[in-house]
T-cell receptor, first 115, second 116 residues
């Protein structure tokens, strides 16, 4: 159990457009979901934490108007990169946690390329 | 704020040998969780091992074990009988025990190469 999926796995979009990435917990209800960004050969940087039905909590320096996070249900969170620019190109990873279990389950990641 | 430091950007080990990856952290909390995650070339994050700070006994998972030194704020990972499939980036991570603070703080990672 505890499988997390992400869709799409890869996406290429043009500068100025928006792109949505979905994160789903397939076999459990996720009380909290997390979104990370990972640059090549670097560690994971937490962007935001979201709980179902409430607004996401963004880390310092992350633009909440640019990276829109919606956590509409206990199994789905979405990250929308608005007005994407080449510097937004990166690997985005989501994770989810469930009640009373003190670990996060990670999705396979989404590679975003903005041209 | 908590910080996690991995001072070895790269390590290599001969297949079947043992290697230890270092991790230190800084926190003012007394109760927390520590993790080692593996990220192979597929980039899927895989939990290797976890340790609760209130437990004195070091966690073990088959060939993987930790040396948890709470007073020294050290949490090293030992991989025994290294296998080619162990080649990956390894990240040490910290999580507070507080219920409303579930976020993970990651170290910068150690790239482990297995020499056949």
């Amino acid at each position: 159990g505890a499988v997390v999926s992400q869709h799409p796995s890869r996406v290429i979009c043009k500068s100025g457009t928006s792109v949505k990435i979905e994160c789903r917990s397939l076999d459990f209800q996720a009380t909290t979901m997390f979104w990370y960004r990972q640059f090549p050969k670097q560690s994971l940087m937490l962007m935001a934490t979201s709980n179902e039905g409430s607004k996401a909590t963004y880390e310092q320096g992350v633009e909440k108007d640019k990276f829109l996070i919606n956590h509409a249900s206990l199994t789905l969170s979405t990250l929308t990169v608005t007005s994407a620019h080449p510097e937004d190109s990166s690997f985005y990873i989501c994770s989810a946690s469930k009640r009373a279990v003190h670990e996060q389950y990670f999705g396979p990641g989404t590679r975003l390329t903005v041209t | 704020a908590q910080t996690v430091t991995q001072s070895q950007p790269e390590m290599s080990v001969q297949e079947a040998e043992t290697v230890t990856l270092s991790c230190t952290y800084d926190t003012s909390e007394s109760d927390y969780y520590l993790f080692w995650y593996k990220q192979p070339p597929s980039r899927q994050m895989i939990l290797v091992i976890r340790q609760e700070a209130y437990k004195q006994q070091n966690a073990t998972e088959n060939r993987f074990s930790v040396n948890f030194q709470k007073a020294a704020k050290s949490f090293s990972l030992k991989i025994s009988d290294s296998q080619l499939g162990d080649a990956a980036m390894y990240f040490c991570a910290y999580r507070s025990h507080r219920p409303l603070n579930e976020k993970l703080t990651f170290g910068t990672g150690t790239r482990l190469t297995i020499i056949p």
